[in-house]
């Protein structure tokens, strides 16, 4: 089955500690994308990668940092920087011959 | 000047009723346009592009308007499953990133 993962489903820490949130895909995609999406609100984008070893700040990258290593894996660090870290965030994926993105489960981070 | 601008709702609407909305884009290059649904606490699926034809699925119909820059979603004969939220997507050409309406929220009443 093809698709994107992210793990956890869902995550606590404490404020002052960093996180990193898992988003792997087995599309062959070569565009991964990080979302947060706060209640009520549209998604905003963190950074995006639209090649291995590149990547791309969003509008809110502040207080968070991601690698691109591998195709298939797209991890995001939530740092202690990020003031208000607690949201839905969401990774996605592009293909190439594709405009459409295909989103992952989603993780729900709460910080305390 | 937000890049996609969506009518929040809520929308409340009774069974089988028909139900439009509409959401502006300020890029004028903009290449494709889409249509997304969201349920509750998941994450967005896609429910239909949109192109310059307009096209229909099922009860589903969208519509693009490159001169006035907006895309309208038609909903007829609402189901108690089309509750969600719908989501106007925009993508102003490979390699840039895609922007997303805050989206609007639907209920449908038994």
């Known amino acids: 089955d093809g698709g994107i993962t992210q793990s956890p489903k869902y995550l606590f820490r404490k404020e002052g500690q960093n996180v990193t949130l898992s988003c792997e895909q087995n599309?062959?995609?070569?565009?991964m994308y990080w979302y947060r999406q706060d209640p009520g609100q549209g998604l905003r984008l963190i950074y995006y990668?639209?090649?291995?070893?590149?990547?791309q700040k969003g509008d809110i990258a502040e207080g968070y940092s991601v690698s691109r290593e591998k195709k298939e894996s797209f991890p995001l660090t939530v740092t202690s920087a990020q003031k208000n870290p607690t949201a839905f965030y969401l990774c996605?994926?592009?293909?190439?011959?594709?405009?459409?993105?295909?989103f992952g489960p989603g993780t729900r981070l709460t910080v305390t | 000047r937000k890049e996609v601008e969506q009518d929040p709702g809520p929308f409340n609407v009774p069974e089988g009723a028909t139900v439009a909305f509409n959401c502006t884009y300020s890029?004028?290059?903009?290449?494709?346009f889409f249509w997304y649904r969201q349920d509750c606490r998941k994450e967005p699926k896609l429910l239909m592009s949109?192109?310059?034809s307009g096209n229909e699925d099922g009860r589903f119909t969208a519509q693009l308007n490159r001169a006035s820059q907006y895309i309208s979603l038609l909903i007829r004969d609402s189901k108690l499953s089309d509750s969600a939220t719908y989501l106007c997507?925009?993508?102003?050409?490979?390699?840039?990133?895609?922007?997303f309406g805050t989206g609007t929220s639907l209920t449908v009443i038994p």
């Open positions: 996605a994926s592009t293909g190439h011959n594709d405009y459409e993105q295909y």
């Open positions: 949109v192109y310059s």
């Open positions: 997507v925009v993508n102003p050409g490979r390699g840039n990133q895609f922007y």
């Open positions: 990668s639209q090649i291995v070893n590149d990547f």
């Open positions: 599309l062959n995609h070569d565009a």
């Open positions: 890029n004028s290059a903009s290449q494709s």
